[in-house]
């Protein structure tokens, strides 16, 4: 059974710029979470969707931004890039949402860079 | 303001003996705790789960450990191996929070051979 797919695995993008990254959760999987981690705040929640709405978000700009389609594969966003936003974004998925024993899987992380 | 903290920034075990890395957390409503292993370069991978119904779960050399009245779990894993060295992250999730899971800052184990 495959795993939760991100891609890309590695880009570099120029301040101001802005990038998509895309997650594909495991099978059956509907709840697609984003997380960031940077080397000073640790992983921090983004933002969760199921079933094409979004459920939860965390504690970011505007900036950051996401959607889910219909076969559950997840895209997020950040526009207007700015040096701090370099980390690495992981996203994650699990079968159901809001429930307690709900488990969540991550992916292998896209690493973003800006310069 | 940290409501999930690991305040062991690392650990180092010799091969075969116990590691046991701790977590606190703050928030009485958390009644779902996890925790991760992470290499460098990949993502984390779930390691082991418990309820807050429950105060012990075992998953082969892996146990997790809940005292809900001190707000603290422990993961206990024996015999420790070289492989087992990576960053540890402790998670916490309330029912109603959805998918928000609040992570700790982690502890880098080392097993040394």
């Known amino acids: 059974k495959a795993g939760v797919t991100q891609t890309p695995r590695y880009l570099i993008k120029t301040r101001g710029q802005q990038v998509t990254l895309s997650c594909s959760p495991i099978?059956?999987?509907?709840?697609v979470s984003w997380y960031q981690q940077t080397p000073g705040q640790g992983l921090q929640f983004l933002f969760e969707?199921?079933?094409?709405?979004?459920?939860n978000k965390g504690n970011f700009p505007g900036r950051f931004s996401g959607r889910q389609f219909s076969n559950s594969r997840s895209e997020m966003n950040v526009s207007t890039l700015e040096l701090g936003d370099s980390a690495l974004y992981l996203c994650?998925?699990?079968?159901?949402?809001?429930?307690?024993?709900?488990?969540?899987?991550f992916g292998e992380g896209s690493w973003l860079t800006v310069v | 303001d940290q409501q999930v903290k690991q305040n062991s920034p690392s650990l180092s075990v010799q091969e075969g003996r116990i590691s046991i890395l701790n977590c606190d957390y703050t928030?009485?409503?958390?009644?779902?705790f996890l925790w991760y292993k992470k290499y460098p370069a990949e993502g984390p991978t779930f390691l082991i789960s418990?309820?807050?119904?429950?105060d012990k779960n075992e998953d082969g050399r892996f146990t997790v450990f809940l005292n809900k009245s001190a707000k603290h779990l422990s993961l206990h894993i024996v015999p420790s191996q070289p492989g087992d060295s990576a960053v540890y992250f402790c998670?916490?999730?309330?029912?109603?929070?959805?998918?928000?899971?609040?992570f700790g800052p982690g502890t880098r184990l080392s097993v040394l051979p």
């Open positions: 969707y199921f079933s094409e709405t979004q459920r």
């Open positions: 998670a916490a999730s309330a029912s109603n929070y959805g998918q928000n899971f609040v």
């Open positions: 928030n009485s409503m958390f009644d779902y």
């Open positions: 099978s059956g999987h509907r709840s």
């Open positions: 994650a998925s699990s079968l159901k949402t809001g429930m307690a024993g709900n488990t969540i899987y």
């Open positions: 418990i309820s807050s119904i429950k």
